[in-house]
């Protein structure tokens, strides 16, 4: 199981959106999390189309977390289809005497993936960098 940065770049943005609580540019997001800029303008077109961020076009635009309460789950399903084992392309599915392992482990990241929201991550952000200058 492997996270792209298409994953990881996608939840940082948005974690970023989440402390900020506010609009902000793709430059202030760029600035804060080292996305480069136009990258950051490719990942955020799928999160966008499903409704986890808004976009304001123009110099006073920007983007806005539509939701606070999306998970890590959503937004790894909108950036990159979902963080999946590679069990479903193995040729040894059939005969795999592992196969339930693997399932529960599948189920035990969905579930940890789907339970969290960015906004309690924010919160738990913000908690751990109170007093240090953040």
Known sequence: M???????????????LAVSGKEESGKAISDATG??????AQLMM???KAG?????RGADGG????????TPREVLEASEGG???????????????TEGF???????VDSVTGSVTLLALAEDLRTMTVGVGL
Do not use: D, M
């Open 2 to 16: 492997t996270l792209s940065t298409k994953g990881r770049y996608s939840l940082e943005a948005l974690l970023f």
């Open 35 to 40: 996305i480069p800029l136009g990258y950051l």
């Open 46 to 48: 799928p999160l966008r």
């Open 52 to 56: 986890i961020v808004t976009a304001r």
């Open 63 to 70: 983007y806005l977390l539509a939701n606070p309460e999306v």
């Open 83 to 97: 963080l999946h084992l590679p069990c479903k392309e193995c040729s040894f599915q059939a005969e795999c005497s």
């Open 102 to 108: 693997w399932s529960e482990v599948q189920k035990t």
